[in-house]
């Protein structure tokens, strides 16, 4: 099976910065071909993308955090990493790491809560 680790949650003042990892193991073998992605959750909202890598390296941003956040992959070592700067309280949510896979199946990590404080 696929299993999905995030890492780096924390707690952070506004204006701060914090760096987010997933790490990727089990029955992923070609790490390299798969979409990822950053999803959040705040309380009480519906879980949002927030940012999308493909396999090659293009990206993708919410409107939201364009300038502020970058998503970037390192396929030898199966991570996927979401450097957070300039951090607002609204970017306080429980952080999730997705891949894409076969046959419209997606696999989940379990989160990292980001909390950012005024």
């Known amino acids: 099976q696929v299993h999905l680790v995030e890492s780096g949650g924390g707690l952070v003042q506004a204006g701060g910065s914090l760096r987010l990892s997933c790490a990727a193991s089990?029955?992923?073998?070609?790490?390299?071909?798969?979409?990822m992605g950053w999803y959040r959750q705040a309380p009480g909202k519906q879980r949002e993308l927030v940012a999308t890598i493909i396999s090659g390296g293009s990206t993708s941003y919410a409107d939201s955090v364009k300038g502020r956040f970058t998503i970037s992959r390192d396929d030898a070592k199966k991570m996927v990493d979401l450097q957070m700067n300039s951090l607002k309280p609204e970017d306080t949510a429980v952080y999730y790491c997705k891949l894409s896979g076969y046959r419209g199946v997606d696999y989940w990590g379990k989160g990292t809560l980001v909390t950012v404080s005024s």
């Open positions: 089990g029955s992923v073998f070609i790490f390299k071909v798969y979409t």
